[in-house]
């Protein structure tokens, strides 16, 4: 029985010794996305595959699969990179890794809120390269403690992020979401209709898959809606935000700022953002902590074993 993995680039140390633990293995040997071609050989000869977010594993990959593949194991938890229908149709599993990276993303998240209410990479650029002297009306920035933010997808990671905001910040927390979140109404969260949230909140933070009606959920017109002292923070999937409807809000000061982990077109960024000073950019880095990462791992070594022992995966994605 093939019982082989293939890894589609080198995951931390830990990992990789855990991997080697529970069945035989082989990597893409450079430090880069495999390719294409790489992918299809990997699909047509082993028994599962471990993807990344950033590899495209669409009907024509999924179609090229030989009679072993059992099982496409994304080491993230978003999966719109992976055409999950397919894969059902040819009796092959896809797996993901949830509610381990939940804290690490939502802490990113208010990372990204906090530094651009309070210019904190403008502050660091004017230590590094020039004096500074305080005076009074000196690089100032956005309360955040007792403000309200505003959630758009109130899964795991924005009910995360909404309860540390209510519990650690006081702020006020109003949510969009297409059902009750029972811990954000734990901590006195409102549920509101997505127009009403952009006009009431002072920062706006997405957390949503991207699927065909999430993108571009958030354009021209919805930026409009916010505060011109808003803040818009994104940590799920760029295309949810027109990149170049939010260049040109925060240019014409529309809104205040923005604080970004993705982008519409990564790993490409839209120009604009790059020059503006009220902008705090990240790559693509939510899940990026050694725990979390090791976590993530663990869980798609959890797949494995459960498919291999001829199980369901233990997270199995279904559509």
Known sequence: MNRKVYVTRRLPNSVMKLLGNIC?????????KATREEIINAVKNYAAVITM???SIDAEVINAAGPDLKLIANYGVGFNNIDVKAAQEKGIYVSNTPDVLTDATADLAFTLL?????????GDNIVRTSSFE????YLLGYDVT?????????GRIGSNLGRKAALGFNMKVLYYSRRNSLPLEAVGASRTGLEELLERSDFVSIHLPLTPETRHLIGANELAKMKPDGILINTSRGPVVDEKA?????ERKVIAGA???????????????????????????GTGTFGTRFEMGRLVMKNIEAVFAGNHPVTMVRV
């Open 146 to 154: 007792g403000k309200t933010l505003g959630i758009i997808g109130a």
């Open 259 to 285: 604080g970004l982990d993705v982008y519409e077109n990564e790993p490409e960024v839209e120009p604009g953002l790059k020059t503006l000073q009220n902008v705090v950019l990240m790559p693509h880095v």
């Open 53 to 55: 977010l950033n590899d």
């Open 24 to 32: 035989e293995y082989d990597v893409n040997p450079e430090e880069r």
């Open 246 to 250: 939010l260049v040109s809000a925060l």
């Open 114 to 122: 906090l530094s651009a209410a309070r210019r904190v990479i403008e």
């Open 134 to 137: 305080w005076a009074p009306k």
